[in-house]
């Protein structure tokens, strides 16, 4: 069997928008060098596909898949009986699971930490039995398959959800935008005065099977940006050059970065609680109603927390970040008092 | 003409990422040993698990960082499998030594005895398996701009041994695979090398030629130690590199 049966990667077409021409050409990847040039930057994202699909059984005996979709922390959407041919939507739903339960998947033990409040499929999980992550990796690269979807229905290999500069296993998804840039086109880039750079991005699965869970995708989604990543973004934007993002993934992580970093430098561990403080008056003889929503990098609100009642004109909370992946949060305070509204953007990060 | 050590030892390998395939025997579990002692992580590939045991709980009791990872490099399935477990347990690989490697069925034989099927098997495990697993390494590196691969070479990939022919082809097929991609990857900061390790007091020698004068032969740790000072120097990518000349 050849590495991808359908189109040779870089054939892939290629839909070229130029706004200040005001043209559209359809090319394909092979030609993107053609498009830039000394100045660009081109960003990919270097995260390799984690082969996440374990199946396995609860303590019962129940059948359950699970598709790991991160492993710091360890997190994984649970399915009942089926396979990928199966589509996503069809699919059973996972035998009932609770906090402390234990899942058994070939040479691994997990015990649920807890299940999300969005959707009974998403777990959060530990390795069980004193079992190292070096032992949780052994069994996902020895048991696990690549998510796929029923499309196509023969086993994807894991060559095929890689792409030409995979690194680190951080992707549930391969970020299938970069498929199509092979070496040549890559090297291609370069000989033309492009810079070609990374950061590492979680790609998160792109269905759930669940609608309430897909409504809340992507979840939060770790990302790293080198130092030099950083660098030639910010030299390109600053001379005028063009960013090119391979890939959502990418720009959620450069736009994550870009708006939240500058003040997101604190750093809060797992068993950290984030004290929140603000001072909020209105007018004499109102009142105000304060709403405090816990946003994702992007902006997408995760969830609604429970404000308590002002005291003496100020709003103190808690906010537990355990059950938080490892990303950059903001908080959103809203108050409304008559007509009188404000806003204030906390950001912070989680980094283990 | 300067020497290498001349040159200097001017590349460090503290906290870098290694793999190292063969590792359970031999030159790679020398190769693995001496890397660690530099303050590598390790990742050792070969394809028996317990051999591999062994060598990591000596490396770790020694301070060291190293995982076993039991494959065959010569089967397909497996690479990407071995790449990503090793890149998810040390990060992104500085150095890839291709090591593995077979005879073929000993006692050797001529080429026209050689039954093809075994010539084909030799091809795999030291050709194509090395050309596969570099494909899932060298573009990380090319994207980080630095990285190593090295292949262990042999004279039998110069010189024309009779009865040594499909591991002759096998590493003459490899050097110039070495050749190649050192050109290709010019300017992108990787480097490719071959080094003929020369001969070692190693069961596979033994295999090869079992009624050889093992004090006549170099032991695999010593040619580990120059292998590791030959990947520290700065020898050019490309190049062709013999132990015994060092």
């Known amino acids: 069997m050849t590495g991808d049966a359908w189109v040779a990667r870089e054939e892939v077409r290629l839909l070229v928008v130029d706004p200040r021409a005001r043209e559209v050409e359809v090319a394909r990847f092979a030609e993107l060098p053609r498009f830039l040039g000394a100045g660009d930057v081109v960003v990919v994202n270097d995260a390799a596909t984690i082969p996440g699909v374990l199946r396995g059984s609860t303590s019962c005996g129940a059948f359950v898949e699970a598709r790991v979709i991160e492993t710091e922390p360890l997190r994984a959407i649970l399915f009942g009986p089926g396979d990928h041919t199966i589509r996503t939507e069809d699919r059973a739903p996972p035998p009932r699971v609770f906090a402390g339960d234990r899942l058994h998947f070939p040479g691994l033990i997990v015990r649920i930490a807890n299940v999300s409040p969005i959707s009974p499929r ?18 996902i690269y020895r048991a696990g398959a690549p998510i796929q979807y029923a499309h196509r229905r023969e086993p994807l290999p894991m060559w095929a959800v890689q792409t030409a500069y995979a690194t ?66 910010n030299a390109a934007h600053r001379r005028g050059g063009r960013v090119i993002a391979i890939g959502t993934t990418v720009v959620r992580a450069l736009e994550a970065n870009a708006t939240a970093a500058p003040t997101a430098s604190t750093k809060f561990g797992p068993t950290d609680r984030v004290l929140v403080e603000i001072e909020c008056q209105a007018q004499e003889g109102l009142s105000p109603q304060v709403k405090v929503d816990l946003l994702n990098a992007r902006g997408d609100v995760l969830r609604t927390l429970d404000a308590p009642a002002l005291t003496d004109g100020r709003l103190r ?36 | ?103 073929g069925p000993v006692p050797l034989r001529l080429l026209l005895d050689t039954d093809c099927e075994d010539l084909a098997a030799v091809l795999e ?48 097929a490899q050097d110039h695979l070495s050749r190649i991609l050192a050109a290709e990857l010019e300017g992108t900061g990787v480097r490719v090398l071959a080094i003929d390790p020369g001969e070692m007091d190693t069961e596979m020698h033994a295999a090869a030629i079992p009624d050889a004068d093992r004090a006549s032969l170099a032991r695999p740790a010593d040619v580990a130690a120059k292998i590791v000072a030959m990947i520290r120097s700065d020898r050019p990518t490309g190049a062709r590199l ?5």
């Open chain 1, 122 to 139: 998403l777990v959060e999980l530990t390795i069980d039995g004193g079992a190292t992550v070096a032992e949780l990796w052994r069994a």
């Open chain 1, 168 to 233: 680190r296993p951080w992707a549930a998804e391969m970020p299938s935008a970069g498929r199509p840039l092979t070496w040549e086109i890559l090297l291609a880039l370069r000989r033309r005065g492009a810079e070609v750079v990374a950061l590492t991005h979680a790609a998160g699965p792109s269905a759930t099977g669940d609608a309430a869970l897909d409504a809340a995708l992507p979840l939060p989604e770790r990302y790293e940006i080198p130092e030099a990543t950083a660098r030639a973004v």
């Open chain 1, 317 to 352: 909370m808690t906010l537990p970040v355990a059950s938080l992946a490892n990303s950059t949060y903001v908080l959103r305070i809203e108050a409304a008092a008559g007509e009188q509204t404000a806003q204030q953007w906390v950001a912070f990060r989680i980094a283990r």
């Open chain 2, 1 to 103: 003409m300067l020497t290498a050590r001349a040159q200097g030892d001017d590349m460090d390998l503290q906290g870098t990422s290694a793999i190292v395939t063969g590792a359970s025997r031999g030159l790679g579990r020398a190769l693995a040993e001496a890397l660690a002692s530099a303050g590598v992580k390790v990742v050792a590939v070969a394809r028996h698990e317990g051999p591999l045991g062994d060598l990591v709980a000596g490396i770790r009791a020694r301070g060291g960082v190293a995982h076993a990872i039991a494959a065959d490099v010569a089967n397909k399935d497996a690479v990407h499998r071995v790449i990503g477990q090793a890149t998810a347990l040390v990060g992104p690989i500085d150095l890839a030594i291709h090591n593995a490697s077979t005879l």
């Open chain 2, 125 to 172: 495990t030291n050709l194509v398996g090395p050309f596969r697993m570099t494909k899932a390494i060298a573009g990380q590196m090319a994207l980080r701009g630095r990285g190593t691969i090295v292949h262990v070479s042999s004279d039998a990939a110069v010189s024309a041994y009779p009865r040594w022919g499909a591991y002759g082809v096998s590493k003459a």
């Open chain 2, 242 to 246: 013999e132990a015994a000349q060092w």
